[in-house]
DNA sequence: AATGAATGAGCATTCATTCAT
DNA sequence: AATGAATGAATGCTCATTCAT
């Protein structure tokens, strides 16, 4: 693996452990096995390096909406978006310090908010990229018809995303069978809205 | 005002300005129009006047909750939960940059939970007590004797709770009527549930 | 007591506990029971303060050394020289961190110097006024006419003086027999010069 | 000569020049000719740098007690003792406010009493150095051999000892020829009770 | 005389960044 | 590209002193 990948991964990992505000580079450096020169050999600054770790989160997920577009009409809804939701609290949980931390440095938020204006990403599109899957499914006739598909993107990932919020600020991890549970009762709750 | 309110107020200003990690005592001091030195009278350190003002966020929505549990049985159900998701969405705009800004430093993250778990409060609260609320109204016959009260609660107030963290990422200011929409459309697809 | 004393003695309490670096006028006001702002209406800065409290050390072995003059013809020499060993050992043993202190402040040196130089007084006298004894005893022909008086003293008053300060730089304490065993070893390998 | 060095040099001068209260790490820095972030690249911390000082003081005596051991049996003892004299008087007033300064700060008394402990080390072993030497002249018959080796040994260092203190309380300094007077004096009246 | 909140200059220390090698 | 010593601005915090009450 290349040094700058390198350093990528132990910025992650560091960045992870110890909370944005007590990472520095003299730690990355370490966590990379290389000196604290060779970061910026790679990056220009440490905020930049923080913002090429951040838009490397919730890859999982971004996978799941992609492949989800596809699932339109095939497995039934409900698998469709509890897959999603799986991969969800997945990458929520893991990324959550990380996501967060970019409203402690507002130099920071605006820069990755313009990253994301700029190739029209950014974590809302989840919510529009479950949506535009309900809305498929819609047209296909196999969620109601005058379900707003916008809301219940909203309430699924929103559930989600406070669940890992709220597993992170205890300090608690939470098994996959308990996140299956979770998000069944959920899409319990969410399946008579869809009908 | 005596001068520890002024500079709690003047830090909470300063922190929603410029964020946890550009927030200097220099600058509180400043802002609240007394000297450096003043801060460590009323305050320890400056991670304990964060902490303090981190402790006085959220109290609409607290307030909210409290005198939602008396509301069971009043006025319709679908009302009071708007009242609170309203709450949810005023407050949860508010303090969002203030609340993420925990994750950025495990030292503080450990002391707010401690804090929090001595109080036996938090913010997982606020779930537990619309599940509360809801469990009541089930005793009452107001929502059908099935409806998992803790997903519905989650499922509110975890819109709300990304709702408010999209906007504050995307720098977007929502009106009240806005936010009331957003609560409305939440609420009609999740009251089928509920029934 | 009056207050003055009383800050005086709370001073001297916390400059041996702490050391001087190390204390602070917070301290010597809450342990003389008073407000900080009352030490300052009985010595014009925290300065005078630890030269009052200096200055009062070694009370005891200056009043020993008082009473030494009028014993020129008295008790033996031995004995006479013995007493002022001991007073010499306790008080150095418990002033060393003070007398010591002096010299991490040149500003705290100087006026201690100049204080005692007006008053024609400081620790040197101590060497003096054994010198001034032995002396005396020489016209009395109580020791040899050959001694040097102030050679006597210097290594008396000097091994006492090391001694203790070595005591304080150990961290050890000395019981009362340990110190007249001290003084006797030395005293008999001093005795054969004073002949 | 590389920094770490010139930066142990400055902050001796400094130290011996303002006292270790008044002297800052900037003050230390200027005097090395560095950043005061080079400071902290080859000390730890400022206490550090003045232990690491300190550590370097009283090395000519130290020296001088190295090389008595092997004089047993050769010079006159009375010139081996001088040659010790006079070593001491030299090291304890170049050094004398630095070593004093060690009683400002229970902290630092700390840390350089278990250093010494460690290292089996310690001012206090120059006593026992005179007294080890002291004790091979016993056996060789040239010095009484009744004599207390120690007392002879704390005689001697505690007179040089504390005459460096005094000179340096009286801010007086003193010619080698003083010094040698003041070493003979002594010695005079020592020597009797040597045999 | 006694208070103690307010002060603000001063301190040790940190850390992202640079640059000569 | 890799290094790591050097930097120096910036920070949180301390503490002797003041002064209105």
Redesign the interface.
């Known amino acids: 693996m290349d040094l700058k990948s390198r350093i990528a991964e132990a910025a992650e990992r560091v960045l992870l452990?110890?909370?944005?505000?007590?990472t520095t580079t003299k730690e990355i450096a370490k966590a990379a096995g290389c000196s604290e020169g060779s970061l910026y050999n790679h990056f220009k600054s440490k905020e930049d390096l923080f913002l090429h770790v951040l838009r490397n989160q919730l890859k999982n997920l971004m996978a799941a909406l992609t492949s989800l577009q596809s699932l339109a009409g095939t497995s039934p809804v409900r698998d469709n978006l509890k897959r999603v939701a799986l991969a969800a609290l997945g990458d929520f949980n893991a990324s959550?310090?990380l996501i967060?931390?970019?409203?402690?440095?507002?130099?920071i938020?605006?820069r990755h908010?313009e990253g994301f204006t700029e190739r029209n990403e950014?974590?809302?599109r989840a919510?529009e990229a479950v949506e535009a899957y309900l809305l498929k499914e819609k047209q296909l006739g196999r969620i109601g018809d005058r379900?707003?598909a916008?809301?219940?993107a909203?309430?699924l990932?929103?559930?989600?995303?406070?669940?890992a919020?709220?597993l992170?600020?205890?300090?608690r991890e939470e098994s996959l069978e308990e996140q299956a549970q979770?998000a069944d009762?959920?899409l319990?709750?969410?399946?008579?809205?869809?009908?």
Do not use: W
């Open positions: 452990t110890n909370g944005l505000a007590k959550m310090s967060c931390s970019i409203f402690s440095d507002p130099n938020l605006y908010r950014g974590p809302h919510n379900v707003d916008r809301a219940a909203d309430l990932l929103g559930s989600c995303f406070q669940h919020f709220q992170n600020f205890l300090g979770f009762r959920v319990d709750l969410l399946s008579p809205g869809l009908e």
